[in-house]
């Protein structure tokens, strides 16, 4: 199975952006919705967003609705997360995985985000 490594995290101001990224070294987003995910210290991983492996479908978690979007580029078999008005609670490490989620975990990148 593949294992997918999240990159593009940091340190941000609130109300600022952010735009994470996730390559895979084959096309499984093209077979798999693909999909985003956060652990937020003391809490359990989250669903953040998913994108079908056509494209044409997107679910976005209700605290993330107007402020983020998740896109996809076939040509580079990556899946991108853009984050838009980021507040204190986002702060977390972010995860990329298909959805449902591959059973191993890949490196998350930390989101920091401060008032």
């Known amino acids: 199975q593949e294992q997918l490594d999240a990159s593009g995290g940091g340190l941000v101001q609130a109300g600022g952006s952010l735009t994470l990224s996730c390559e895979a070294s084959v096309s499984i987003f093209n077979r798999n919705a693909g999909g985003w995910f956060r652990q937020a210290p003391g809490k359990e991983r989250e669903f953040v967003a998913q994108?079908?492996?056509?494209?044409?479908?997107?679910h976005i978690a209700d605290f993330a609705k107007g402020r983020f979007t998740i896109s996809r580029d076939v040509a580079e078999k990556s899946i991108y997360l853009h984050m838009n008005n980021l507040k204190p609670e986002d702060t977390a490490v972010y995860y990329c995985?298909?959805?449902?989620?591959?059973?191993?975990w890949g490196q998350g990148t930390q989101v920091t985000v401060y008032s």
């Open positions: 995985n298909t959805n449902p989620p591959q059973t191993i």
């Open positions: 994108i079908s492996w056509n494209g044409l479908s997107r």
